[in-house]
């Protein structure tokens, strides 16, 4: 079975940064493209950031060249490192992949940019 669990989130100040990981299982991890959603209260999911097989990566606007995803396909590991944040980058925040026409999620790790 398919199974993604991350972990990472927490609270942080404007400015400081985070590095979320999400534990994939279930499936041949190297072959998929794996992605960093996100989700604010009142607000639909959005994408965040997603990396290739081959490691090419694309960003939302909103956090291009501050927010870094990466894999390690020898540990089936994503990661989204997060650099210079924003309140408004508050969401509870899901690793994702999609399979065939099926996608799965994780349980979401909770990011909160506060001071």
């Known amino acids: 079975q398919v199974q993604l669990v991350e972990s990472g989130g927490g609270l942080v100040q404007p400015g400081g940064s985070l590095r979320l990981s999400c534990a994939a299982s279930?499936?041949?991890?190297?072959?998929?493209?794996m992605s960093w959603y996100r989700q604010a209260p009142g607000k639909e999911r959005e994408l965040v950031a997603a990396?290739?097989?081959?490691?090419?990566?694309n960003y939302a606007d909103s956090v291009k060249g501050r927010f870094t995803i990466s894999r390690d396909n020898a540990e089936n590991m994503v990661y989204l490192q997060m650099n210079s944040l924003k309140v408004e980058d508050t969401a509870v925040y899901y690793c994702?992949?999609?399979?065939?026409?099926?996608?799965?999620w994780g349980q979401g790790t909770q990011v909160t940019v506060s001071s």
């Open positions: 279930g499936f041949t991890f190297s072959r998929y493209i």
């Open positions: 990396i290739s097989s081959a490691g090419n990566t």
């Open positions: 994702s992949v999609r399979l065939m026409l099926r996608t799965y």
